[in-house]
T-cell receptor, first 112, second 115 residues
Framework: DQQVKQNSPSLSVQEGRISILNCDYTNSMFDYFLWYKKYPAEGPTFLISISSIKDKNEDGRFTVFLNKSAKHLSLHIVPSQPGDSAVYFCAASEPTGNQFYFGTGTSLTVIP | GAVVSQHPSRVICKSGTSVKIECRSLDFQATTMFWYRQFPKQSLMLMATSNEGSKATYEQGVEKDKFLINHASLTLSTLTVTSAHPEDSSFYIC???????????FGQGTRLTVV
């Protein structure tokens, strides 16, 4: 049973525009959320995180929004750059758990 | 940032042989490490949680006798794929966290091909 879902397998965006990647979860116990970026044949790289006490966290071009009532989070990349082209995974964990539950990933292509 | 090193990055082995993959936390002590497996175009699936000094905790459906995990020290966990078969071919990734509710750091991953 997939507790974290990314319903868009792929997304294409023009360079300079905003990229919005979405993630939904079903477990209301999740209280910590992360976004990872992954290139082929490499391990994921941490991008940004947010805890459930916040609804927004910003780091440079990356902003994560959390809507707890909707069990939804999103990653905004502004402005998008060709180097942002990769697969993005969202992940979530429970307060007492060590493990992360990953979404299936969204492949972002930023077109120059 | 913290670094997790995974070795080897690629390995090809014959069916029936065993392969060992190492995961090291280079600049912090990790009492817990995690092993994931990724099939093409699919998500990272947690295989097991590796606990220093004790037995690993395996996820449902993961054969503990086939995927042997040893967490011998606070900086090293190993995954051994025993009697490998072609269906074990996959991308294996380890990760480690300093404490709960912080980001996890991932190794570079190991592409295993069993021929």
């Amino acid at each position: 049973d997939q507790q974290v879902k990314q319903n868009s397998p792929s997304l294409s965006v023009q360079e300079g525009r905003i990229s919005i990647l979405n993630c939904d979860y079903t477990n209301s116990m999740f209280d910590y959320f992360l976004w990872y970026k992954k290139y082929p044949a490499e391990g994921p790289t941490f991008l940004i995180s947010i805890s459930s006490i916040k609804d927004k966290n910003e780091d440079g071009r990356f902003t994560v929004f959390l809507n707890k009532s909707a069990k939804h989070l999103s990653l905004h990349i502004v402005p998008s750059q060709p180097g942002d082209s990769a697969v993005y995974f969202c992940a979530a964990s429970e307060p007492t758990g060590n493990q992360f539950y990953f979404g299936t990933g969204t492949s972002l292509t930023v077109i120059p | 940032g913290a670094v997790v090193s995974q070795h080897p990055s690629r390995v090809i082995c014959k069916s029936g042989t065993s392969v060992k993959i190492e995961c090291r936390s280079l600049d912090f002590q990790a009492t817990t490490m995690f092993w994931y497996r990724q099939f093409p175009k699919q998500s990272l699936m947690l295989m097991a949680t590796s606990n220093e000094g004790s037995k690993a905790t395996y996820e449902q459906g993961v054969e503990k006798d086939k995927f042997l995990i040893n967490h011998a020290s606070l900086t090293l966990s190993t995954l051994t794929v025993t009697s490998a078969h072609p269906e074990d071919s996959s991308f294996y990734i380890c990760s480690a966290r300093r404490v709960s509710n912080t980001e996890a750091f991932f190794g570079q991953g190991t592409r295993l091909t069993v021929v």
